[in-house]
């Protein structure tokens, strides 16, 4: 089976601007979870997705938004970009429903905002 | 407030030897634990869950154990490689669903 696959790898933006990620579950994975990895910070949870439906959400602004199709496809956007947004955004897919499930990661996209 | 600490300092061990690391958390009553090993500008790979009803668990050369009175969770890798070099956390669920907390994570050095 192809792994969890996150485009684009990495993206450059400025201040301002608003920026879209996507990510593909592993095939037959209903569960699609997002985080932000930071130096600082370290790696911090920003939703979850399970049949569409937005079961859980981390402790981001509104600016955060996600989505999840009937595909299980997911993407995540960020409105009105700061320099604090810059980091490695990993998505993670897991069969769902049960939390235990394992997470299987993508590679990440890498975002810089300037 | 919930809180996951590992030591955020590098782990320097020589190859052969075991590598402990250790995971503490407050306020938290985890159903379960897991372990994620991730290299640099790769994402986590899942290593191991250890449930709340579980003291120990093991696979190949990985030891987990889980102290829910302590809590604390010990993490060791016997015979370690060079290639074991990376940064280990571990994660905890907040809720029912798939929400983890991670750890800061701690980052390993195995010297040949």
């Known amino acids: 089976k192809a792994g969890v696959t996150q485009t684009p790898r990495y993206l450059i933006k400025t201040r301002g601007q608003q920026v879209t990620l996507s990510c593909s579950p592993i095939?037959?994975?209903?569960?699609v979870s997002w985080y932000q990895q930071t130096p600082g910070q370290g790696l911090q949870f920003l939703f979850e997705?399970?049949?569409?439906?937005?079961?859980n959400k981390g402790n981001f602004p509104g600016r955060f938004s996600g989505r999840q199709f009937s595909n299980s496809r997911s993407e995540m956007n960020v409105s009105t970009l700061e320099l604090g947004d810059s980091a490695l955004y990993l998505c993670?897919?897991?069969?769902?429903?049960?939390?235990?499930?394992?997470?299987?990661f993508g590679p990440g996209t890498r975002l810089t905002v300037l | 407030s919930q809180k996951i600490e590992q030591n955020s300092e590098a782990l320097n061990i020589q190859e052969g030897k075991t590598a402990t690391l250790t995971c503490n958390y407050t306020?938290?009553?985890?159903?379960?634990l897991q372990w994620y090993r991730q290299d640099p500008g790769r994402g986590p790979v899942f290593l191991l869950l250890?449930?709340?009803?579980?003291k120990e668990k093991r696979k190949e050369r990985l030891k987990v154990t889980f102290d829910t009175t302590l809590k604390q969770s010990l993490f060791h890798i016997t015979a370690s490689q060079p290639a074991d070099s990376a940064t280990y956390l571990c994660?905890?669920?907040?809720?029912?669903?798939?929400?983890?907390?991670f750890g800061g994570g701690t980052r390993l050095m195995v010297k040949p």
């Open positions: 250890i449930r709340e009803n579980e």
């Open positions: 994660a905890l669920p907040l809720n029912a669903g798939n929400m983890l907390t």
């Open positions: 997705y399970f049949s569409e439906t937005q079961r």
């Open positions: 306020n938290y009553s985890p159903a379960y």
């Open positions: 993670a897919s897991s069969p769902g429903p049960q939390y235990t499930d394992t997470q299987y």
């Open positions: 095939s037959g994975h209903r569960s």
